[in-house]
């Protein structure tokens, strides 16, 4: 007998093989053939020697570098999303443990009284009251025989939100540093602003120290000094408005990293940065590269795998149980072999009615298939519009910026021309400030156009998915 049932036993484990539900295919999405590009994008050669690493080290500024370096290491949001990671893989193992059988020790020393008025076995036989000592030392062992790949459906589906986390993990990680690198970027932007600003102000108190003094010697009104200190007094007053903003973009910084706002601080720096160039590659790299189209991408893994852990409702379900051991009332004769107990056996259960749970059980993993289906379509096409944005911007951003120098060369020629018609009496001082102002704003917008530039630089290179070790080269020039 027990042979036949061990027989029965291996003939259902061995149609364990089937599983419910759909495999899993990634669906297909449209992609284009490749960007489209103008210029001054051109496709390059990459060198050997190009630096190699995380991508923040191509801006080549060591205080950047020191930054990101600590925001990796004391970020709560980081060390949060790890701990997700840890959760994931936890219970992906605790899942995965039901392919195997379960065994376990039964022990048990108790010594109970049995009621004499308990319900009768049958009406001849009366119940005593007894009182006697339970000794119990067994061996059981369970197997649930994934007949309908239920199990194997929900392993499928675990693992796949394991390695939804740790594409989650990577993404954390790429919108921190880029987030990190945006704060950075806008406030050395703000520090080359004030630089403007500080020479703007030592321009205009000099000229009003000239005006002051034409004025005294009766050369000119008191208009001319008015105007000139209305002017300084103004930019004065910007001053203040950019020290608000660097304030802010700094306090970004220090919690971006782990450090209380009160305890940082950033000395100004000012400085030309180039974007370092970008390769775009072909489009389908972006499925490849971006940690959210990845995340998402999973995420279907897994809402694909319910559909099967839901089918496998409608089939049996088969488990297997034994158990060996002793069983005495005497602690002297547990082990004798009339103590010896054991069991071996195997259960069904075989739904035929329900209400309709089942099936609605499957509907809601199918429709939730159908959610992250559509939506990895749209975080692919939002890649691919980040991505294009990125390359456009900064072509216009490189044509703006070049423009920008040459409008602050001539806001330059304009003011030493007015400078000297003025000294010479041809002019009013009306051109003089209306020179001044004009150069101060070239100047500005030139400095934003800069930080325009390196933000976009920061942009593309998050649309991208990061860093682009051994990828084709195409960058700005």
Same mark, same amino acid.
């Given at each position: 007998?027990?042979?036949?049932?061990?027989?029965?036993?291996?003939?259902?484990?061995?149609?364990?093989?089937?599983?419910?539900?759909?495999?899993?295919? &990634?669906?297909?999405?449209?992609?284009?053939?490749?960007?489209?590009?103008?210029?001054?994008?051109?496709?390059?050669?990459?060198?050997?020697?190009?630096?190699?690493?995380?991508?923040?080290?191509?801006?080549?500024?060591?205080?950047?570098?020191?930054?990101?370096?600590?925001?990796?290491?004391?970020?709560?949001?980081?060390?949060?999303?790890?701990?997700?990671?840890?959760?994931?893989?936890?219970?992906?193992?605790?899942?995965?443990?039901?392919?195997?059988?379960?065994?376990?020790?039964?022990?048990?020393?108790?010594?109970?009284?049995?009621?004499?008025?308990?319900?009768?076995?049958?009406?001849?036989?009366?119940?005593?009251?007894?009182?006697?000592?339970?000794?119990?030392?067994?061996?059981?062992?369970?197997?649930? #025989?994934?007949?309908?790949?239920? #199990?194997?459906?929900?392993?499928?589906?675990?693992?796949?939100?394991?390695?939804?986390?740790?594409?989650?993990?990577?993404?954390?990680?790429?919108?921190?540093?880029?987030?990190?690198?945006?704060?950075?970027?806008?406030?050395?932007?703000?520090?080359?602003?004030?630089?403007?600003?500080?020479?703007?102000?030592?321009?205009?108190?000099?000229?009003?120290?000239?005006?002051?003094?034409?004025?005294?010697?009766?050369?000119?009104?008191?208009?001319?000094?008015?105007?000139?200190?209305?002017?300084?007094?103004?930019?004065?007053?910007?001053?203040?408005?950019?020290?608000?903003?660097?304030?802010?973009?700094?306090?970004?910084?220090?919690?971006?990293?782990?450090?209380?706002?009160?305890?940082?601080?950033?000395?100004?720096?000012?400085?030309?940065?180039?974007?370092?160039?970008?390769?775009?590659?072909?489009?389908?790299?972006?499925?490849?590269?971006?940690?959210?189209?990845?995340?998402?991408?999973?995420?279907?893994?897994?809402?694909?795998?319910?559909?099967?852990?839901?089918?496998?409702?409608?089939?049996?379900?088969?488990?297997?149980?034994?158990?060996?051991?002793?069983?005495?009332?005497?602690?002297?004769?547990?082990?004798?072999?009339?103590?010896?107990?054991?069991?071996?056996?195997?259960?069904?259960?075989?739904?035929?009615?329900?209400?309709?749970?089942?099936?609605?059980?499957?509907?809601?993993?199918?429709?939730?298939?159908?959610?992250?289906?559509?939506?990895?379509?749209?975080?692919?096409?939002?890649?691919?519009?980040?991505?294009?944005?990125?390359?456009?911007?900064?072509?216009?951003?490189?044509?703006?910026?070049?423009?920008?120098?040459?409008?602050?060369?001539?806001?330059?020629?304009?003011?030493?021309?007015?400078?000297? &018609?003025?000294?010479?009496?041809?002019?009013?001082?009306?051109?003089?400030?209306?020179?001044?102002?004009?150069?101060?704003?070239?100047?500005?917008?030139?400095?934003?156009?800069?930080?325009?530039?390196?933000?976009?630089?920061?942009?593309?290179?998050?649309?991208?998915?990061?860093?682009?070790?051994?990828?084709?080269?195409?960058?700005?020039?």
């Amino acid at each position: 007998m027990v042979v036949h049932r061990l027989s029965a036993c291996l003939a259902a484990a061995l149609l364990s093989a089937c599983a419910a539900g759909p495999d899993y295919k &990634r669906p297909g999405v449209d992609m284009p053939v490749a960007w489209k590009l103008e210029a001054p994008w051109r496709v390059g050669t990459p060198s050997d020697g190009a630096p190699k690493g995380p991508w923040w080290q191509r801006f080549n500024d060591a205080r950047l570098n020191a930054l990101e370096e600590q925001a990796l290491a004391g970020s709560p949001t980081l060390v949060a999303a790890n701990a997700r990671l840890a959760q994931a893989r936890a219970t992906m193992d605790a899942v995965g443990a039901a392919r195997y059988p379960q065994v376990g020790v039964t022990g048990r020393d108790a010594r109970a009284r049995i009621s004499a008025n308990r319900p009768l076995t049958n009406n001849i036989a009366p119940n005593f009251t007894t009182t006697q000592n339970d000794y119990i030392l067994a061996i059981s062992a369970s197997y649930e #025989v994934d007949l309908a790949g239920r #199990v194997q459906r929900s392993v499928e589906g675990v693992r796949a939100s394991a390695e939804q986390s740790a594409a989650d993990l990577e993404n954390v990680r790429l919108v921190l540093t880029a987030d990190l690198a945006t704060a950075y970027f806008n406030l050395r932007a703000v520090d080359i602003e004030l630089d403007v600003l500080s020479r703007s102000i030592a321009l205009q108190r000099r000229a009003l120290e000239l005006a002051a003094a034409r004025h005294d010697l009766g050369a000119t009104s008191g208009l001319d000094v008015a105007q000139q200190q209305a002017l300084l007094d103004s930019t004065l007053t910007q001053v203040d408005v950019l020290a608000r903003q660097r304030g802010q973009f700094e306090h970004a910084i220090a919690t971006l990293t782990g450090t209380p706002a009160p305890l940082f601080s950033l000395e100004p720096d000012v400085k030309f940065l180039a974007p370092p160039d970008v390769p775009v590659g072909v489009p389908s790299d972006v499925l490849e590269r971006r940690p959210d189209v990845a995340s998402a991408e999973r995420a279907m893994a897994a809402a694909n795998a319910q559909i099967g852990v839901a089918s496998a409702a409608f089939y049996p379900s088969i488990s297997l149980g034994g158990l060996y051991g002793n069983e005495s009332r005497t602690l002297g004769t547990l082990f004798s072999t009339p103590s010896i107990i054991w069991s071996l056996g195997a259960s069904l259960l075989q739904p035929i009615f329900d209400g309709g749970r089942i099936r609605a059980g499957k509907d809601f993993a199918q429709a939730g298939y159908d959610v992250q289906v559509a939506n990895y379509r749209r975080i692919v096409l939002t890649a691919m519009q980040e991505v294009e944005d990125g390359i456009t911007g900064l072509a216009a951003l490189e044509r703006a910026y070049n423009q920008s120098q040459l409008a602050v060369a001539s806001s330059r020629r304009v003011l030493d021309i007015a400078n000297t &018609r003025y000294e010479g009496g041809v002019a009013t001082y009306l051109d003089v400030i209306t020179a001044q102002q004009s150069l101060l704003s070239s100047e500005r917008l030139s400095a934003q156009l800069l930080g325009q530039r390196l933000l976009t630089s920061v942009f593309l290179v998050k649309a991208l998915g990061g860093d682009w070790d051994g990828a084709p080269k195409v960058g700005a020039k």
